[in-house]
């Protein structure tokens, strides 16, 4: 959750914003909620996956988009009335999914990346679109404490995302079902079969 919410925090999520968010993982997921925690009036979610989408509405996703790359960029730009998102939070970390968060982002807004980084930031495009970019990995204890009241008071419960539960004997099975997508997050129970 800190590091979904980082992203949204970092691209400076505000009330009444449209939002998009490339990736459905837990982070991607988790960046959805983020978003509608910090006022987004709109969340479009980039997903393929029908469970991952269902949970991404669940957590604020007003509209899905089930494609990648520029075909994904184009559809954020539709919904957009061809302005762009603005902000993007970037939760994969691959050259495709970096590329088309700062295609769906509108001139002048910033990009939140925390993925990964598997390739770089398109310099130019950004540079040309007055376009910023700002990420790394989540300071989350900075934000536990005030992320920790909403979730114990019921206001947000990102532990939709743990859709897989296993005893510690059974981790690797837990690792191949988010590896082959069976799974978004894996939880491990101690002394669970």
């Given at each position: 959750?800190?590091?979904?919410?980082?992203?949204?925090?970092?691209?400076?999520?505000?009330?009444?914003?449209?939002?998009a968010?490339?990736?459905?993982?837990?982070?991607?997921?988790?960046?959805?909620?983020?978003?509608?925690?910090?006022?987004?009036?709109?969340i479009?979610?980039?997903?393929?996956?029908?469970?991952?989408?269902?949970?991404?509405?669940?957590?604020?996703?007003?509209?899905?988009?089930?494609?990648?790359?520029?075909?994904?960029?184009?559809?954020?730009?539709?919904?957009?009335?061809?302005?762009?998102?603005?902000?993007?939070?970037?939760?994969?970390?691959?050259?495709?999914?970096?590329?088309?968060?700062?295609?769906?982002?509108?001139?002048?807004?910033?990009?939140?990346?925390?993925?990964?980084?598997?390739?770089?930031?398109?310099?130019?495009?950004?540079?040309?679109?007055?376009?910023?970019?700002?990420?790394?990995?989540?300071p989350?204890?900075?934000?536990?404490?005030?992320?920790?009241?909403?979730?114990?008071?019921?206001?947000?419960?990102?532990?939709?995302?743990?859709?897989?539960?296993?005893?510690?004997d059974?981790?690797?099975?837990?690792?191949?079902?988010?590896?082959?997508?069976?799974?978004?997050?894996?939880?491990?129970?101690?002394?669970?079969?």
């Open positions: 959750m800190s590091t979904g919410h980082h992203a949204a925090a970092v691209a400076g999520v505000k009330k009444g914003d449209t939002v968010v490339a990736g459905d993982g837990a982070v991607g997921l988790c960046a959805v909620l983020a978003a509608r925690r910090l006022g987004a009036e709109r479009i979610a980039l997903s393929r996956h029908p469970g991952r989408q269902t949970i991404a509405r669940e957590f604020g996703a007003t509209d899905i988009v089930q494609t990648r790359g520029e075909e994904a960029s184009q559809a954020v730009l539709e919904l957009t009335g061809g302005i762009g998102a603005d902000a993007v939070l970037e939760c994969v970390g691959t050259e495709q999914s970096i590329a088309t968060a700062f295609a769906a982002a509108r001139p002048g807004s910033v990009v939140g990346i925390v993925g990964v980084p598997h390739g770089q930031p398109p310099f130019a495009q950004a540079f040309f679109r007055n376009t910023g970019w700002r990420g790394g990995p989540a989350a204890r900075i934000y536990i404490p005030g992320l920790l009241g909403d979730v114990l008071d019921g206001t947000i419960n990102p532990g939709l995302v743990f859709d897989y539960q296993t005893g510690l059974h981790i690797a099975d837990a690792y191949q079902a988010m590896d082959e997508r069976r799974a978004i997050k894996s939880l491990i129970r101690i002394g669970a079969p």
